[in-house]
């Protein structure tokens, strides 16, 4: 089906959001609870963009906003821009040590106002991609708890979770940094909970944790050799190389 | 001896606000005695009935055929009340309700200001039988819009019928229920459910929990109209899970009404198949919104989720889903069995039927009222509620539960219906009303309500949960002196951002009391934040207590009222009140006879 976007138009299909077509076409849609593969979770609300279906114009989300036929969509209107400023805002007094949001403010031209600023400091902006990621990768290790201004991610009762498996998939898709992953002499801390590193048999490095790779051999139903991302891509090129060598 | 002047029916409420009062010891003493008594020739039939509505002054026994209502009765007044009344019919006048705005004690309840504007649609069994009799609700025309239904009626002709009433729901947003009704049935994918919104979470509402408590079967009955109509086979009632009675009684109802054929296969042999089934709610005043309700039910965390695509095409599980309120449910029946031409006279066009409504707060009258839409809002305040305690000067009055506005008293007149409210600022929300009178400060309930909301908002999206933690933030400030003139601003710029930007309905409404607040108290907020006053003596840092030298008699009242010896003075002479001890009570205010007591503002800068 053939939507315009601010006045340009694009051929999306039935069933994707908004964020996927303006995504696929290189059109900046800011968002910091987006992530390609996953669904949309509506939660950072820098999304925001102007819809008119028609009827009359509204301001949605456009990573969970399902595109319909003849749909015209506006990216930035003063008002969708004086939001996200207040977003970005918000966002700042609760991350104002965090670099990531700051850089943020800094693009968005925000100063906080000084009476405004939180002591406290959470680098969590509860954007939910982690939780998002250890479900759909992981163990389901992690969730929401609370709600309202105590909302935050936390395993069960904040114990060390016996489900993890420190796979570290959540500390890789924060979009500010917030989780924290230590490694130490072949192990990984994360979650409250240490795991022991396997090492790569060609490099020799640490690469991941036993758990993970248990995990992963459970659901592939084989066990895989313990070679890195690194020396697997190596040895894949290698032999791309050889095969080459052979027709020349 | 079997004439009706020989027969007498005596009903005892046991509504909750009634059974805190400790009604059942009066249903059971009445019983007790009854049945031993030699002088009772007379059949009596006593029954334990829902909530009759005035619930501050129960408990609430009445007695047919003589129409006499008594309130406020205790077990002790049961063998006076078997003696002189039942046995002699004598009117025992102690017992009796005083009208305030008649000025006069009201023998039948229904001559009562606070009852006599009122129109029962909804409520309309609830005071009248006994919550766990079936036969109680059959004996009321029970069951036979569900007789109509099945056996006259095409599904279409329900929706139609439905529609064609203008019924709109009764749980906040007012959508039409007939439209949702009518596009879920176009759905072709099954199964489909039924669902009943039964997560009543407005502090000071209590309308849906009294028609579950107190008249059961009609939702029921309305929830398997529905099923018929949308063709769905599976009902949930999703009941919050303080109301312990609530789920009690429909657990009954449910249990009773399968027994008797109403549910499970083959309802009254009609071929139709429905059930239902009781979920018990987390406790989180969100769940009260649909799309977080139904991810309660799958058992995932009650979180809203967006909907651009609506709940009767992916609802519970992603199936079509009708979800309706409570007090909605209990409006069907009425509708398909006297038909929508009847409903659509009641209340205003577009605005048809009833509402309930729950009036709380600095009224005399206070319970639930079940009026025609369009009634005024003074009718409501005055009329039934019979004005402000103490006769204390009006102020204004909250409606909507904790996401709605308040309403100053200048626009009293304002219609109560859907689209009269949302005009306001404010909106319908479950039918709360809050009364408030001089004494309530503004700035301070809208502070109230942003703590509210922001332990109960899911903290899912930014703009919620972040933005009502800086409103309150900048309302705390204000309220214990640390205000400034651009918070005012900030508060309607970031309203308006909390408005538009947020997922769900309860963020895009919760900056209602903060914006109509400035909207219609902006002088209140000025006070606060320029002249460090807060006039209703209601935020400790920005009040003081003096006594006016001209009017004081040096009675010392004042003095004998101070909890912490802040007042001196001998008597005949003018009294002094010590700031440094004070501590804001505010009991020499309102002790003085002569009004000599005055606020002041702060005494300090904070």
Known sequence: ?248 | MNDISNKRKILVCCGTGCLASNSYEVYESLKEKLEINPNIIVQIEIKATGCNGLCEKGPVVKIHPDDISYFKVSAKDVDEIIEKTITNGEIINRLLYFDTNQKKKIINHMDASFYKHQRKIALRNIGEIDPLSIEDYLERDGYKALHKVLFEMEPMEVIDEVEKSGLKGRGGAGFPTGTKWRTCSKFEDYPKYVICNGDEGDPGAFMDRSIMEGDPNTIIEGMIICGYSINSNKGYLYIRDEYELARKNMEFAIDKARKLGYLGENIIGSGFDFDLEIVRGGGAFVCGESSALMASIEGNVGEPRAKYIRSVEKGLWNMPTVLNNVETWANIPPIILNGANWFNKIGTENNSGTKVFSLVGKVKNTGLVEIPMGTKLSELVFDIGCGIIKNRPFKAVQTGGPSGGCIPKEYMDVPLDFDSLSKMGSMMGSGGVIVMDDTTCMVEIARYYMEFLSEESCGKCTTCREGIKMMLNILTNITEGRGQLEDIHILESLGKTIMSASLCALGKTAPNPVLTTIQYFRNEYMDHIVNHKCSAGVCKNLTTYFIEEETCIGCGICKKNCPVNAITGSLKEIHVIDEDICIKCGNCFTACPKDSVKIGGAAYAY
Request: with cysteine.
């Open chain 1, 1 to 248: 089906m053939l939507i315009k976007i601010n006045g340009k138009v694009y051929n999306g299909h039935d069933g994707e959001t908004l964020m996927e077509v303006a995504k696929r076409n290189n059109i900046n849609i800011p968002s910091l609870c987006y992530k390609k593969g996953f669904e949309g979770l509506g939660r950072c609300r820098l999304c925001l963009v102007e819809v008119n279906e028609g009827k009359r114009k509204k301001i949605v989300s456009a990573c969970v906003y399902p595109i319909r036929e003849n749909l015209e969509v506006i990216t930035k209107t003063e008002d969708i821009i004086k939001m996200r400023k207040d977003i970005i805002l918000l966002l700042l007094l609760r991350s104002p040590k965090n670099e990531y949001i700051q850089e943020l403010a800094k693009e968005y031209k925000i100063v906080s106002p000084e009476r405004y600023i939180q002591k406290e400091n959470d680098d969590c902006i509860l954007c939910g991609l982690c939780v998002t990621a250890c479900e759909k990768l992981g163990t389901n290790a992690i969730s929401m708890v609370n709600r309202g201004i105590t909302k935050k991610v936390s395993t069960p009762y904040d114990d060390p979770s016996k489900d993890c498996i420190g796979c570290g998939a959540c500390a890789e898709v924060c979009p500010t940094n917030a989780i924290k992953l230590d490694e130490n002499n072949g192990i990984r801390t994360i979650w409250n909970r240490d795991f022991d590193l396997v090492k790569c048999s060609v490099c020799g490095k640490y690469y991941a944790t036993e758990d993970s790779l248990n995990f992963i051999g459970d659901k592939l139903g084989s066990k895989e050799d313990h070679v890195c991302e690194y020396c697997k891509k190596k040895s894949l090129a290698s032999k791309f190389k050889k095969s080459f060598q052979n027709i020349y």
